[in-house]
């Protein structure tokens, strides 16, 4: 069994930082794509950033220029620094990866989300 657990998110001001991280835990071989997606109330979830497992990143043009994200994999993480954040990026983010376990399948994983609220 996979378990993706995020932390991270809060309360912040228009123009603050957050960083959001994820862990992987689990009988885990390997991780490919990795990702964040978020979901604001009466909207539809959506692509934050994606990063491969050769560090191909990919940015919603909303985020691009204020969002890196990065990962870890000697520690099956995967973190999201968010940068002059505006009141629109107010949603619940959600970790993502495509693991391959140690009967070597590959499934998709979700966490089970974190609250981030920007403030005007």
């Known amino acids: 069994q996979v378990q993706l657990v995020e932390s991270g998110g809060g309360l912040v001001q228009a123009g603050g930082s957050l960083r959001l991280s994820c862990a992987a835990s689990g009988r885990i071989l390997g991780i490919h794509n990795m990702g964040w997606y978020r979901q604001a109330p009466g909207m539809q979830r959506e692509l934050v950033a994606t990063i491969t497992s050769g560090l191909r990143t990919n940015y919603a043009d909303s985020v691009k220029g204020r969002f890196t994200i990065s990962r870890d994999d000697a520690k099956n993480m995967v973190y999201l620094q968010m940068n002059s954040l505006k009141p629109e990026d107010t949603a619940v983010y959600y970790c993502?990866?495509?693991?391959?376990?140690?009967?070597?399948?590959?499934?998709?994983?979700w966490g089970q989300g974190t609250q981030v609220t920007v403030s005007s």
């Open positions: 993502n990866a495509a693991v391959v376990d140690s009967d070597y399948v590959t499934n998709d994983y």
